[in-house]
């Protein structure tokens, strides 16, 4: 007698559950925002050991003035230690890695304004600087900027620094500083330019006096 033929698998059936494709959603977010946190600590890595030109795990100012140099963006060496002070929490008279990484956070996550955030501005623009040649992409950077201040106000400086030629396609540093500026007062004027509200280091009262523009 021959033996019956062996039964066909059983089909699960199809599971329609919402909150286990809630789950893999959440996982898979989990796992792209940890891959962009690693991303941008490397980043952040390779930018302070750029600006350590003496690789002893701190940067003083006179590293600092050597790094602006090669952007061409030349400051008074009081100026660049005013940038250091800001964030020298030990008052060593250098930033070191874990300063640096501690400022960068604070000021990526501020939503004041009020953060002293000069020192920051160089390091964000080393971190898109992947070639070291002292310029990053302008779509890379107004992408950046975007997130801080808004399309409209960005959109509106770059076109007065560049017009509506499209022909630019890297920036400065001293022309990225400039647009975060400008879009900064555009944000805070809802759109118009007003006289400078220069944020000076915690504790200190702002200021309007033109001529400490250069503290910005």
């Known amino acids: 007698r021959p033996s019956p033929p062996p039964a066909a698998p059983r089909a699960e059936p199809p599971c329609g559950c919402p909150a286990q494709a809630d789950n893999e959603k959440a996982r898979r977010e989990r796992e792209r925002r940890e ?7 490397e980043s952040l890595r390779r930018a302070f050991k ?4 003496k ?3 701190k940067i003083d100012v006179q590293e600092l003035l050597e790094e602006l140099e090669f952007l061409g963006h030349k400051v008074k060496p009081q100026e660049a230690a005013l940038i250091i002070w800001e964030v020298d929490d030990d008052a060593d008279d250098c930033v070191d890695w874990e300063e640096f990484r501690t400022m960068f956070y604070r000021i990526r996550d501020d939503q004041t304004g009020c953060e002293p955030r000069k020192l920051c501005n160089v390091v964000e623009f080393l971190m898109h600087d992947k070639n070291f040649n002292g310029s990053i992409d302008l779509d890379e950077c107004v992408t950046l900027l975007y997130q801080r201040y808004g399309k409209e106000a960005v959109d509106e400086r770059v076109k007065e620094m560049f017009g509506d030629a499209d022909t630019e396609k890297n920036i ?19 759109g118009k330019a007003s006289a400078a509200m220069v944020p000076q280091v915690k504790g200190l009262a702002y200021v309007t006096d033109r001529a400490m523009q250069h503290l910005l």
């Open 55 to 57: 690789a002893d795990g």
């Open 50 to 53: 750029r600006m350590d030109k």
């Open 35 to 41: 891959f962009k946190e690693a991303q941008e600590l």
């Open 172 to 190: 400065s540093f001293s022309k990225f500083v400039a647009i975060q500026k400008r879009s900064s007062k555009l944000k805070a004027t809802g």
